[in-house]
């Protein structure tokens, strides 16, 4: 296991994730009942911008950088902006003062409410005690969250489906291991067979958008329920060796999704693509039944 996240934490990929994971939380939290989170692959939850992993890659001064130079990036993202200046109280508008970003895991346990759940995979030893001292740290140690040191594509098969049944999994795989889409088409639709009314959001990285539409329409043929793509290209994805756009599969979306999500991509677009050719869709892969 090679993949360190500290590299990548607040790049364009994460952005786009992070965006739409607040709205699937606003979306859930508009019913009181409780929820159940779960997070397969859920790095350290919380990352040092200022940090030799970050600063050496840079990457994310061409993500969450580049969003909160924009001065509308408030209004625009009024969620995600809320978010980051929570954990960055010296953040200011045009982006001065971000100093940490926030993994999925700081997202979701800054959304509980007193009845909700929340289950933390993550499988790098290491990582898995940096998550738990760093939601310790951010949170206080609380019951309602469980971080487990285990592999987050079986964890799917023994958690799922989790208690309460109202919820949402975010699958985000490391993709290091050669057939690592072959292995997640495996664990997405043994999530959906396990735990059909539950939101699922898998993240893929796009390198060659041609190999992506066909793992793609093999993966609707087998879903059962309406899932959307949401995509973002900050360049033509053309090349198999480098990454130039990511999405996320949404599995029973909230209601009026694309409507809400149409001016934030937007706006994502207008901060981040970087050449020609680079874009955002919001597609609906398999309609409603
Ligand atoms: C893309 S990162 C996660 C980022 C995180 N979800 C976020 O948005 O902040 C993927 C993480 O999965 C971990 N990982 C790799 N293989 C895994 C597996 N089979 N089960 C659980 N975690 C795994 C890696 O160590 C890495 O921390």
């Not at 607040?22 to 409780?34: G, Q, V």
């Not at 600063?55 to 809320?82: H, I, T």
């Not at 985000?172 to 291991?177: L, Q």
């Not at 990511?246 to 706006?267: D, H, R």
Request: with cysteine.
């Amino acid at each position: 296991m090679n993949y360190r996240h500290a590299f990548h934490a607040g790049n364009f990929g994460d952005v786009l994730k992070h965006v739409v994971l607040l709205e699937l939380l606003d979306a859930l939290h508009r019913k009181p009942s409780p929820v159940h989170l779960l997070d397969t692959h859920a790095g350290i939850g919380l990352y040092d911008l200022a940090g030799d992993e970050a600063q050496r890659s840079g990457e994310y001064r061409f993500g969450v950088g580049a969003v909160l130079a924009d001065m509308a990036a408030e209004k625009q993202l009024p969620r995600y902006v809320a978010a980051l200046k929570r954990l960055n109280p010296e953040l200011k508008p045009g982006g001065s003062g971000l100093r940490r970003y926030p993994g999925s895991p700081w997202l979701l346990a800054d959304s509980l409410r007193p009845d909700d759940r929340l289950t933390l995979c993550e499988l790098h030893p290491q990582d898995a005690e940096a998550l738990k001292r760093n939601l310790a740290a951010e949170f206080g140690r609380d019951s309602a969250v469980a971080v487990h040191h285990r592999d987050g594509f079986e964890a799917i098969k023994a958690l799922m489906p989790p208690t309460p049944r109202r919820g949402l999994a975010l699958i985000d795989p490391a993709f290091e291991a050669k057939d690592e889409f072959e292995i997640l088409s495996k664990a997405v639709l043994a999530a959906q067979q396990r735990w059909a009314t539950g939101q699922l959001a898998v993240w893929y990285p796009i390198k060659d958008q041609k190999s992506i539409e066909s793992w793609k329409s093999a993966l609707a043929k087998a879903l059962k329920s309406e899932t959307l793509c949401i995509e973002l290209t900050v360049r033509p994805a053309k090349d198999a060796r480098q990454m130039s756009g990511s999405g996320l599969l949404v599995i029973n979306p909230p209601w009026q999704l694309k409507e809400t999500l149409a001016p934030m991509l937007e706006f994502l677009k207008s901060r981040l693509i970087r050449e020609t050719g680079g874009g955002t869709r919001i597609t609906t892969l398999v309609k409603a039944g």
